[in-house]
């Protein structure tokens, strides 16, 4: 296995451009259908819009929810790469107030224009997915305690010796997050990476590890719309969350 300090940046890191390029097809094809409409999106039942092939979370102003907001994030990663995204995209708030604004101009010249741009960009898109992964784990390990950082490093590592191991380790940090934020828990409990990792069985290195993590996955996504509140009905995404992990335990 390799050295734990060094294993999750070089595997990151020496992902051809055909893995990274498979990687950001499946990332976008899980959150839209591969579509180029389902780079703009307002999913039902949420306060916000979500854009780009990892449907990025971009409140609007006024709204503070309990998930962590990357738009702003990807579109500071984009300029520093030389991008020059369309002048909607930089706004520091969501331009609509809710999802009856964002329908009614979503065939308008700001969102065609997003959604070209977005279309166009989709390896910046992966690459600022991958870079999200690979900060996720020294956080997840100065989250956790002293004890337990051996055991999830070890589990990051077994996961990541394998192209498919990497993609799902990426998808799911962009999908649910590196849990460790306390806004992002139901009752206390959390479904991100950390917990990902620390519900893992112990098994050895490669697609063991890989189909361990999908199947840790699917624990804590069952866990938390166990523990959701009843009016966000979590329950409708199951099906749909549960197959995405599916595709972790699944070659590249």
């Known amino acids: 296995m390799p050295g734990q300090g060094t294993a999750p940046a070089a595997a990151a890191t020496n992902l051809s451009a055909?893995?990274?390029?498979a990687i950001g097809k499946k990332?976008?094809?899980?959150?839209?259908?591969?579509?180029?409409?389902?780079?703009t999106a307002w999913n039902g039942g949420e306060e916000f819009p979500s854009l780009g092939i990892g449907h990025f979370i971009w409140y609007p102003a006024g709204f503070n929810g309990r998930?962590?907001?990357?738009?702003?994030?990807?579109?500071?990663?984009?300029?520093q790469r030389g991008a020059q995204p369309p002048s909607?995209?930089?706004?520091?708030?969501?331009?609509?107030?809710?999802?009856?604004?964002?329908?009614?101009?979503?065939?308008?010249?700001?969102?065609?224009?997003?959604?070209?741009?977005l279309a166009a960009n989709v390896t910046l898109q992966t690459d600022f997915i991958i870079a999200r992964?690979?900060?996720?784990?020294?956080?997840v390990l100065a989250a956790a305690p002293a004890s337990d950082r051996g055991r999830l490093q070890s589990n990051y590592n077994k996961v990541a010796s394998t192209p498919n191991g990497m993609y799902a380790l990426i998808d799911y940090v962009n999908f649910k997050g590196d849990g460790t934020q306390a806004s992002e828990t139901y009752n206390g409990k959390g479904w991100g990476l950390l917990q990902v990792l620390g519900s893992m069985k112990d098994v050895p290195a490669g697609?063991?590890?890989?189909?361990e993590f999908s199947a840790s996955a699917k624990r804590m996504?069952?866990?938390?719309?166990?523990?959701?509140?009843?009016?966000?009905?979590?329950?409708k995404w199951r099906e749909g969350w549960l197959n995405r992990c599916g595709t972790y335990a699944r070659p590249l």
């Open 67 to 79: 998930f962590e907001e990357s738009w702003p994030q990807f579109i500071t990663f984009a300029r």
């Open 207 to 211: 697609q063991a590890a890989a189909a």
């Open 133 to 139: 992964s690979r900060a996720a784990l020294p956080k």
């Open 18 to 21: 055909g893995q990274k390029a």
């Open 221 to 235: 996504l069952n866990r938390r719309i166990d523990n959701s509140p009843p009016a966000r009905g979590e329950a």
């Open 27 to 39: 990332i976008w094809q899980n959150e839209s259908g591969g579509t180029v409409d389902g780079l």
């Open 88 to 117: 909607v995209a930089m706004e520091r708030h969501a331009p609509w107030p809710n999802k009856a604004a964002f329908q009614k101009e979503f065939r308008g010249a700001r969102l065609s224009e997003l959604r070209q741009w």
